[in-house]
């Protein structure tokens, strides 16, 4: 079971970028064991999957359509974590934002360890 | 991808079945064994309660159980207690490599 620590500002102004961090202990964000996930919930639209990085050889990233043209996902070995940056963000983009372990299954994305979540208003 | 078809509401009395349902197409529900329950307190994160259709993590009641067919995915109570009012999500894999959720289902126990 892993430990999943998120940071990052709860108030962006808008067209600015969104960045979260998710720090991981009880397992690596470099092992075959996990998928890293990032995962939104406002109360318009609901829980909303934004997208994962995973390390199989190499690594791999899937972002949701929804946020495909301004989403990134990045992993970063030397702390052991991994990031959201979510850029030109509008007061639609405001929510509770998680980020999420899955198990080694890279179809299964079934949420096994959440992070604590971190509400984040887009206002000016 | 469109968001997974769930009632907004179902409700119980203690020691009741309810069951709830989760509606897609061929290329989520329908075509895949990989959609996961989940049970959402007020204030908390969501809690994995059955994945792979009706397989249930450690330490999850076995009065929790999930089924399938075609293109619904179903997560069935049974003995219902107060402390299980929450909302409940499902999710599915994707033909498009991705996850897509359910619009929640708040269950009330009367």
């Known amino acids: 079971q892993a430990q999943l620590q998120q940071s990052g500002p709860g108030l962006v102004e808008p067209s600015q970028t969104l960045s979260l961090t998710c720090g991981i202990s009880?397992?690596?964000?470099?092992?075959?064991?996990?998928?890293w996930n990032w995962i939104r919930q406002s109360p318009s639209r609901g829980l909303e999957w934004l997208g994962r990085?995973?390390?199989?050889?190499?690594?791999?990233?899937d972002y949701a359509v929804s946020v495909k043209s301004r989403i990134t996902i990045n992993p970063d070995t030397s702390k052991n974590q991994f990031s959201l940056q979510l850029h030109s963000v509008t007061p639609e983009d405001t929510a509770v934002y998680y980020c999420?372990?899955?198990?080694?299954?890279?179809?299964?994305?079934?949420?096994?360890?959440w992070g604590q979540g971190t509400l984040v208003t887009v206002s000016s | 991808q469109s968001a997974l078809t769930q009632p907004a509401s179902v409700s119980g009395s203690p020691g009741q079945s309810i069951t709830i349902s989760c509606t897609g197409t061929?290329?989520?529900?329908?075509?895949?064994?990989?959609v996961s329950w989940y049970q959402q307190h007020p204030g908390n994160a969501p809690k994995l309660m059955i994945y792979?259709?009706?397989n249930r993590p450690s330490g999850v009641s076995n009065r929790f159980s999930g089924s399938k067919s075609g293109y619904t995915a179903s997560l069935t109570i049974s003995g219902l207690q107060a402390e299980d009012e929450a909302a409940y999500y499902c999710?599915?894999?994707?033909?498009?490599?991705?996850?897509?959720f359910g619009g929640g289902t708040k269950l009330t126990v009367l």
């Open positions: 999710s599915s894999y994707t033909s498009s490599t991705t996850l897509v």
């Open positions: 999420a372990r899955a198990g080694p299954d890279v179809k299964r994305l079934s949420m096994t360890d």
């Open positions: 792979d259709v009706n």
């Open positions: 061929s290329s989520d529900v329908g075509g895949y064994n990989y």
């Open positions: 990085t995973y390390y199989r050889s190499k690594w791999y990233y």
């Open positions: 009880g397992d690596s964000v470099s092992s075959n064991s996990g998928t």
